[in-house]
């Protein structure tokens, strides 16, 4: 069975300190790993994907098969990426499944 | 515009009653899906299809009827709402489920009193 575990519901750091949002899964084969974002009266939106190894608004994930995880990282938080956070997988069912999510708050 | 529309945006309906949420996309994308959102739970699946008149559930398809007459619609059906099922209930498509990009609609928010 494909799972995606996110440990923090909530999660405030300061502005300009690093962040590192949690993301843990469980599936068998080779799984493709996402993480997607909602901004406040913004609409579910993909951030980034690992296949594609990018960095999206400051933002890295690094797969680690061997930790089946895939954390979501910035050096440097800034006001704006406050917003809730979804990782995500697609596994052998070609559906996607969703973590639990976390909210992310950056003080000023 | 195009895109992925949902209606109606807010719902409030009592214990028994039928509802229908309607999901409608101008990309003719091939996969639509709804999700319902929780606090707790995340975004889980209800349904999804992967062309028209072909759907299959999710992980959470009790209570819920779907169809796929036409591509562009994908409306979601509460036979007889329970208060359990007062949720956020997102659609979304994609041209190719394996890319893992879905595009989703604003949401609809349904109580169920």
């Known amino acids: 069975a494909q799972r995606v575990t996110q440990p923090e519901k909530l999660l405030s750091v300061f502005k300009g300190a690093p962040v590192e949002l949690k993301c843990n899964y469980s599936?068998?084969?080779?799984?493709?790993l996402f993480w997607y974002v909602q901004y406040s009266r913004q609409r579910l939106q993909l951030l980034l994907r690992h296949i594609s190894r990018e960095s999206i608004k400051g933002f890295t994930a690094d797969l680690n098969k061997g930790e089946t995880s895939f954390h979501l990282k910035k050096p440097f938080a800034q006001e704006e990426d406050s917003a809730m956070y979804y990782c995500?997988?697609?596994?052998?069912?070609?559906?996607?499944?969703f973590g639990q999510g976390t909210r992310l708050t950056i003080n000023p | 515009d195009a895109g992925i529309t949902q209606s109606p945006r807010y719902k409030i309906t009592e214990t028994g009653r039928q509802v229908t949420l309607m999901c409608h996309q101008t990309?003719?994308?091939?996969?639509m899906f709804w999700y319902r959102q929780d606090l707790g739970h995340g975004l889980r699946l209800i349904y999804y299809?992967?062309?028209?008149?072909?759907?299959d559930k999710g992980e959470v398809p009790d209570g819920y009827v779907v169809s796929r007459s036409k591509t562009e619609n994908f409306p979601l059906t509460l036979e007889s709402a329970t208060r359990s099922q007062t949720s956020v209930y997102f659609c979304?498509?994609?041209?190719?489920?394996?890319?893992?990009?879905?595009?989703f609609g604003e949401g609809s928010r349904l109580t169920v009193l």
């Open positions: 299809s992967a062309a028209a008149d072909i759907t």
């Open positions: 990309w003719s994308h091939s996969y």
């Open positions: 599936y068998s084969g080779s799984p493709e």
């Open positions: 979304a498509s994609s041209d190719r489920a394996s890319t893992g990009e879905l595009f």
């Open positions: 995500a997988l697609i596994g052998g069912a070609q559906k996607l499944v």
